[in-house]
T-cell receptor
């Protein structure tokens, strides 16, 4: 499976600021996915990041709050903008392998104070 | 609204027993089904994938799929304390790695 590196691994941020999370993959992939896992909850898909086009956002997530970049086939960033304590979560990037299997980076644990 | 449902648990089993984890899904068009294990503070780790009706075995793990009943299960034989984790059921309905997750079942294996 692909090796996925995500950073930072954790951060504590002040409300009202923004944090950009990076995801690097060791092979070229067409699609990358960003998920959020709120405390004690399961994973929810934020958006699909496609190289060369705008990201596709799921219901309840908007580009102004979670802008995504996908400059090439091995890299993507997710920004959490104008943060509030409700944004405290683990953010995970994921890439597909063997068609439909999804593998995850180690995640970014974000705490907003 | 496509949904994946799991019993949240916690499910507690003694060491050496069989742990049975269940999952139902709402979309009949779903094609691929997965079980992930997530240790506290870690990211999900894929442990089983299943695509056709029946059983699929891998070591101590057996995944079972019944598309008619829209039901997926995971059996863990000879449970070990190291199996204690949250198990997430995930369903892919449009190919390409985009998944819908259940809420997860917390498993505790007691020595």
């Amino acid at each position: 499976s692909a090796v996925i590196s995500q950073k930072p691994s954790r951060d504590i941020c002040q409300r009202g600021t923004s944090l950009t999370i990076q995801c690097q993959v060791d092979s070229q992939v067409t699609m990358m996915f960003w998920y959020r896992q709120q405390p004690g909850q399961s994973l929810t898909l934020i958006a699909t990041a496609n190289q060369g086009s705008e990201a596709t956002y799921e219901s309840g997530f908007v580009i102004d709050k979670f802008p995504i970049s996908r400059p090439n086939l091995t890299f993507s960033t997710l920004t959490v903008s104008n943060m509030s304590p409700e944004d405290s979560s683990i953010y995970l990037c994921s890439v597909p392998d063997r068609g439909t299997e999804a593998f995850f980076g180690q995640g970014t644990r974000l705490t907003v104070v | 609204q496509k949904e994946v449902e799991q019993n949240s648990g916690p499910l507690s089993v003694p060491e050496g027993a069989i742990a049975s984890l269940n999952c139902t899904y709402s979309d009949r068009g779903s094609q691929s089904f997965f079980w992930y294990r997530q240790y506290s503070g870690k990211s999900p780790e894929l442990i089983m994938s299943i695509y056709s009706n029946g059983d699929k075995e891998d070591g101590r793990f057996t995944a079972q799929l019944n598309k008619a009943s829209q039901y997926v299960s995971l059996l863990i034989r000879d449970s070990q304390p190291s199996d204690s984790a949250t198990y997430l059921c995930a369903v892919n309905y449009n190919q390409g790695g985009k998944l819908i997750f259940g809420q997860g079942t917390e498993l505790s294996v007691k020595p």
